[in-house]
């Protein structure tokens, strides 16, 4: 990997920058070059798929399991894009995986499962899903004993296995709200935007009721995050990860882990160096495999040290290993696997170091080149060799393709959503974090983050204006962004948008709560605002948008941005009231029009008491409503917004008219109709005409109705709107029969069916 650096302005002063290099192409993975010298290693051998037995930190997202991602390989071409399952019936195939050990506790596991609990040895049926606990250090397998667990389980689950992990990569819960809606969407289930933890986790018990699911939960930080998503269903079963006991939850029994049997700790490192090396000394493999504590995270990071020095012995891994002092203010359990850390960490040159302690920052512990490019400000294809060299010392794991996608295009298998992604393991960033403090000044992780921040912007920027139709403004800037943050049509742009949303969201909670880079934060929810409504429809992505909005009031809040919390503000009220939370709705939009009355802001003021009176009207308080749409008109009256003013006056006539105050609606409808005239409107006028004709209808006056609707006949017939003529033609029937007047009743319903059909003959044959 040839790492090219890449000087950018000082890390305390000036704008972020976010070089975008297309580089020379890059040497073989595992060329190791320093100042552009002769390779001081060789290409390491490939090592079989051996993750099983190491601890990858899954994405903090549902996923359908079927296996866990390889771990340390050879770099490796993407695998082709598949069509989208919500879950994965029990009994597919996936590519085989080697596990090692841990026979003991997958026996155990096993007989717990066939174990008896306590409702049913005293005759009553289990009320709710057995939950079994996978307890261990970060590092110890415990993510890979459930998996193992969990392909070995899945033909007894049809409905499928689905996973989802606890914890954030910095150590943070993840809120049972968020996992909630992740599980959800695996089975397409709808959630509400805004709605609360109980209504989620009580639709996943819902869900679960009726479907016999194997529920894997990893790394959970305590019990309350597990008991909520525990269904009512004995059919299902739930494992749960995590690092000690889960106090609360009935009727559990830990399988705790401690180190892997010698012989299993010996065939991992095999994988790795190869194994001649452990064939001619197994003396020393067994004192390294004790070095390591047995642990398999520990275990992979010393095999990946031999595997990039095929020249070096096992036993000078376990002298280096040896020579290095333990840390003492950490945990014993803790120091065999920041030993190994240290070796492969200290044995890297300083480019590859510097990208490999930066990841500490990669979102949700996901990374791709453009994250590494941007954080150590080297080009997308250096970045992308040193990941795929990282992958062969067991220090990244490449994601499972389904771990972070839903949606993939197979026509395009080039599409920037085929490259690779990389997890990072959740038990090494606590020592990332720990070296990137001691060696990068606070100011240089800042810019790292800054630049990171500005290339995901960029890249949403140029996902949404992919959309844009050829020639408008959004494609010709488009046109001049570099090759590498473009893409190659709008498929590709939502795949790559679809694949990295976890990451993505990740970033933006990250971005908002660092309180340091708000203008970057606020530019980075804009731009995955659009590219979402874009890609997915506002609809669709409500539930996203809602928390995104969410974080633009966080950050106009804490800087005082009346002008933004008032928008903000108005879009969760929106969003609050297509979900039938009205009085929630309500407390937003008066919160909204206090900020855009401090702002001074007219429009937002104006939208306020509009979307008060809305929430009113909702509501069935037809006077406050009535209210509400007064001032919002005197507003926009005052300032001459013609178009407002005749939505307006219609909406004051629609509540006078559910009041019953029908000279109050009409006189509203006929102002209507004289705005829309004056806009030159005449679907409008007609439209308003049709409601006045249907009000003088309730109010008792058939006659007046009769002409009025005429009226509104003639001018929808000059705006050309067949549909809207054909229904007040029908609308014309209707008052004419009433009036004794069926003949002509008649000829109005002729009359509309023969502008329906010949609406429909165009449509057929436009």
Known sequence: MNVREEAGPAADGGPASDPVQEAAPAPAPGEVTQGGGAPVAETPEPAPEATAVVEAAAVATVVVVAEEPAAPAAPAPAPAPVAPAPVVAAGSAGPEVRFFGRHRELKALHDDIEHAGLNTISGRKEPRARVLLIAGRPGSGRTALAGQLARGLADRYPDGVVRTRLT???????????????????????????????????????????????????????????????????????????????????????????????????????????????????????????????????????????????????????????????????????????????????????????????????????????????????????????????????????????????????????????????????????????????????????????????????????????????????????????????????????????????????????????????????????????????????????????????????????????????????????????????????????????????????YATGRAMESVGGAHQDLGDWQRAADWYGRALSQRLSRGERADEARLYGRLGTVHTYAGRYGEALRNWRAAAAVHRRLQDLEGQARALSEAARVQEYAGRPHESLRTCQEAVEWARQAGDVRLQAALQLRLADTLDRLGDPTAAGLHRAAADRLLETEGKHLRNP
């Open 168 to 602: 954030e990569s910095d150590g943070d819960p993840v809120p049972t709200e968020r996992t909630a809606r992740e599980i959800l969407g695996v089975f397409g289930i709808a959630t509400p935007p805004g709605a609360g933890e109980d209504e989620l986790s009580a639709m996943v018990r819902e869900a679960l009721g009726v479907r016999r699911v194997l529920l894997l939960l990893d790394d959970a930080a305590d019990a309350g995050q597990v008991d909520p998503l525990v269904p009512d269903n004995p059919d299902c079963l739930v494992v749960a990860v995590a690092q000690g006991p889960l106090t609360g939850i009935p009727d559990v029994r830990p399988c705790t882990l401690g180190g892997m049997d010698p012989k299993a700790a010996i065939e991992l490192l095999a994988c790795f160096a190869g194994s001649v090396r452990i064939t001619v000394d197994p003396q020393a493999a067994e004192s390294l495999a004790e070095e390591c504590g047995g642990q398999p995270a520990a275990l992979s990071l010393a095999g990946g040290w031999l595997a990039a020095r095929p020249t070096a012995s096992v036993a000078d891994a376990a002298k280096r290993l040896r020579a290095l002092p333990p840390d003492t203010e950490l945990p014993v359990g803790g120091r065999p696997l920041a030993r190994a850390f240290r070796l492969v960490y200290e044995s890297l040159p300083a480019p590859a170091a510097r990208i490999l302690r930066l990841l500490a920052l990669a979102p949700a512990g996901l990374a791709d080149a453009h994250t590494a490019s941007a954080l150590a400000g080297c080009s997308v294809s250096a970045a992308r060799a040193t990941l795929d060299d990282f992958t062969t010392r067991g220090l990244l794991h490449r994601a499972d393709f389904r771990v972070v996608a839903a949606v993939w295009d197979r026509r395009d298998a080039d599409s920037r959503a085929a490259e690779a992604q990389y997890v990072v393991p959740g038990c090494l960033v606590p020592l990332l974090r720990t070296v990137m403090t001691a060696e990068d000044r606070p100011a240089e992780v800042q810019l790292a983050r800054a630049r990171m921040l500005e290339r995901t912007v960029r890249l949403l920027q140029s996902c949404r204006a992919v959309t844009e139709p050829e020639g408008s403004p959004a494609r010709r800037r488009l046109a001049g962004l570099p090759r590498a943050l473009r893409f190659p049509g709008a498929a590709a742009a939502h795949a790559w948008l679809t694949s990295r949303q976890p990451a993505l969201l990740a970033s933006a909670r990250l971005a908002v709560a660092d309180g340091e880079l708000d203008t970057l934060a606020r530019r980075l929810v804009a731009a995955l605002v659009r590219a979402l409504a874009a890609h997915r429809g506002t609809e669709a992505a409500a539930p996203e948008l809602y928390g995104l909005h969410q974080l633009v009031l966080d950050i106009a809040e804490r800087h005082a941005l009346y002008r933004e919390q008032a928008a903000a503000l108005l879009n969760i009220g929106d969003l609050d009231a297509r979900t039938g939370r009205t009085h929630d709705a309500l407390a937003r939009y008066r919160a909204a029009l206090d900020a855009g009355r401090t702002a001074g802001d007219l």
